[in-house]
């Protein structure tokens, strides 16, 4: 028997090294009063904040993941919560200056009255007129 | 459930039960695995006390967490996984204790027909062999690095194949071999007075 066979062996000798029956029988019992005691002593909160650790330690490789995708669900949020408040409370208009478009809005006079007629010499027209694409009528 | 090996879990059963919430079912487990895990804590940290703490740590453990067990690995490789590294962390937060008390032999190694047989070639005086083979083994095993320590107590004492040591420790079987050499050679050279 060479060395190594007898480390072997005699580290094998180690096995017998446990407790009586009496420890394991007793083990189970003292192991759950540990658990009441745990969770007397623990608060919800702190249970809580333990799971998540312990949680986003098994993630493991993808422990990366959560931050990353959290930091995205959130801005997500925001965009969605900060897009959609905009829509529903400022008007139409605020949005349009916003965007930097602007639309102007000319009033349409009529001439009503004889002074108009007077002042704008060419209406009603004298000649012959032809429609324009805005509606109105244009002299040739 | 075959987990990834491709043998059958003989635990799944009370695994399965144990996720559901039945608290006998993993009565069973921590009745079925406490000595086996024992031994691991114990030929780790060398201490009793110790040992029990971290045993009820790691079923403590393990109930928190038996729900997201997965069975990619067998119930016995997760439970190993856990308890070991909960001990290395023990280790790496315990100070080492200056003039340990080692524990005494059971008295059941005495009667064991193996011992008597490998002893009685070297030493008449069997008692006092006995006994100073414990604590040169015990030193020697003080010695190991803590990675080291955790190889040879899951190949050498507790006859874990390499290739279920490398699952646990989750690393190559190359390396437990690796480490189980140099372990062997580092206990060799502590031993030799022993060996004339």
Known sequence: MDNNEKLQKLLRLKNYERPGDEYFENFLGALKQRQREDALRQSALGRLKERVVEWY?????????????????LLAGFWAVGGSSLTQNEPASANLQKNGSETRMFELRIPRTEDDTIKNPSFPPQGPVMPTNFGGFREL | MNAKLGKPDPDFDLVCRAQKGDTKAFDELVVHYSPKLYGLIYHMTSNREDTNDVLQEVFAKA??????????????????????????????????RQGMSLDDLDSAIANDKEFIELTSKSDPVKEAYLAELQIKLNEAMQTLSDNH??????????????????KILGVTEGTVRSRLHYAHQLLQSQLGDFWK
Not at chain 1, 57 to 73: I, K, M, T
């Open chain 2, 149 to 166: 320590r955790a190889v040879v107590t899951m190949f050498d004492i507790q006859g874990i194949p390499h290739t279920e040591i490398a």
């Open chain 1, 57 to 73: 330690r098994d993630l493991g490789s993808l422990r990366w993941a959560v931050p990353a995708g959290s930091s995205a669900a």
């Open chain 2, 63 to 96: 109930y928190r967490s038996i729900r997201q067990f997965k069975a990619k690995s067998t119930f016995y490789t997760w439970i190993y996984s856990i308890a070991t590294n909960m001990t290395l962390n023990f280790l790496k937060k315990r100070k080492r």
